[in-house]
């Protein structure tokens, strides 16, 4: 169903059941899924959130300002996916990182041809760093990204099966949508992403899939075709 997709993760995801900063098991279980699909013959690249060491909205009132917070949460993307990278090579996948601005040695500076090359030739590209600019959120740059390196779809990993009407966590009443067209979800006032990387999808179009990324398999039962988690589309 879809040949090349940018799988965002969200930063807490990596930190395991406390969110918290990198657990071996879930970089270890995250890896094994992406390479077994990679291995199938699909491309994958990753955008990581940061959330799990540093978000920058979390500065504001901590001493520093929004632009040096969200300065500090690009970095702390940065080291997801270096993380990332390493548990793939493990698995026997290439990996590359890419930053959204200059981080030499530790990273390549992030160019479109260059990040869709390492997925054609098999490897896994992690661009990181969100977009290089203050103020946009990981869920924007991976948006962006998805659209740059034409996706067939942008798949975001949560801990919930797809998309509710109320937060399921929460509320026991709620409902789970198979599929949402992108006017649907602004109506409902959904949060599938924030509003700027919500936009970027619909003008592609770029369909959002979200899912469960703790469910062993679903990575590649999605991108085989079978229904899993919520289809937001134009």
Known sequence: M?????????????????????????LKKFAGEIATAVKAGYQIA?????????????GIGKGYDRVTGDRMGMLATVINSLALASALRSE???????????????AKLYDRDNAVQVLTEGGVALISGGTGNPFFSTDSGAALRALEIGADALLKG??????????????????????LTFQEALVKHLKVMDQTAFALCEQGPVPIVVFDINT????LRLLEGEKIGTLVHA
């Open 92 to 106: 026997g996948i290439a990996a590359e990182v890419f930053t959204a601005t200059q981080m030499a040695p530790l």
């Open 216 to 219: 062993p398999g679903a990575l």
């Open 46 to 58: 990753i955008v990581n959130g940061g959330g799990n060491i540093f978000r920058g909205i979390q």
């Open 158 to 179: 949560t801990r919930v099966d797809g998309v509710y009407t109320a937060d399921p966590e929460k509320d026991p009443s709620a409902v789970k949508y198979d599929e």
């Open 2 to 26: 879809y040949k090349r997709v940018l799988l965002k993760l969200s930063g807490e995801s990596l930190g395991g059941p406390a969110g918290k900063g990198l657990d071996e098991s879930c």
